[in-house]
């Protein structure tokens, strides 16, 4: 069926630094994506979501870009913090029912101070 | 606000052993409910997902089961557990196309 992946497993950056996490989309039909943050021992918290009738959208720190021509999605993290370090997953609505997401395989994104 | 809840934290069990973990939703009715289980290192598995009271979707043939008896009150449970049933278990509540995650459960079988 569908999938949702992401191009690299991990990502170290520098404290300070932007961070760039991808992600490839295989439906062309999804029309929502949700990026979630998963740090170590918890629950994934929900960071940021965009619908298809947009190509960006920010939040604090974070920006998540749509590119629909590519199938591809992707979350920068502006001055990343310590704090950012986390397993980091996209999700879209499965193809069977709305009422479920599919999810990415998750990056983990390791801050160097 | 709504809040999501899951108990216990952490859960030890020997192989054989029943399962319940408990997962409730306050701040919102007829949410949509599931249950997740994430391996070591690994990506989110759903296991069932409830649209409604005793409605119950298994995503997965195994050895567990789910049930809702009240609006806002998911449980998953086993019989007997396997060396296998090892892993940190997420209930999430969603209305719509989000979903919100519980702080999760780990278990370990023994």
């Known amino acids: 069926g569908e999938s949702v992946g992401l191009h690299l497993p991990t990502l170290s950056v520098q404290e300070g630094d932007n961070s760039i996490i991808n992600c490839a989309y295989s439906?062309?039909?999804?029309?929502?994506f949700i990026w979630y943050k998963q740090e170590s021992g918890k629950g994934p918290q929900f960071i940021i979501d965009i619908r298809s009738n947009m190509d960006k959208r920010q939040g604090q720190r974070v920006t998540v870009l749509l590119n629909k021509t590519v199938k591809h999605l992707s979350l920068q993290i502006a001055a990343t913090q310590p704090g950012d370090s986390a397993v980091y997953f996209c999700?879209?609505?499965?193809?069977?029912?709305?009422?479920?997401?599919?999810f990415g395989k998750g990056i983990t994104l390791s801050v160097r101070p | 606000s709504q809040t999501i809840h899951q108990w216990p934290a952490t859960l030890v069990q020997p192989v054989g052993s029943p399962l319940s973990l408990e997962c409730t939703v306050e701040?919102?009715?007829?949410?949509?409910l599931y249950w997740y289980r994430q391996a070591a290192g690994r990506g989110l598995q759903l296991l069932f997902y409830s649209v409604g009271i005793g409605q119950i979707s298994s995503e997965v043939p195994q050895n567990l089961s789910a049930s809702r008896p009240q609006d806002r009150q998911f449980i998953l449970s086993s019989k007997k557990l396997l060396l296998s049933d090892s892993g940190f278990y997420l209930c999430?509540?969603?209305?719509?196309?989000?979903?919100?995650f519980g702080p999760g459960t780990r278990l370990t079988v023994t």
């Open positions: 999430a509540w969603g209305q719509g196309l989000e979903q919100y």
């Open positions: 701040g919102t009715s007829n949410p949509n």
């Open positions: 439906n062309s039909a999804s029309d929502y």
């Open positions: 999700a879209e609505p499965d193809t069977g029912a709305n009422s479920k997401l599919t």
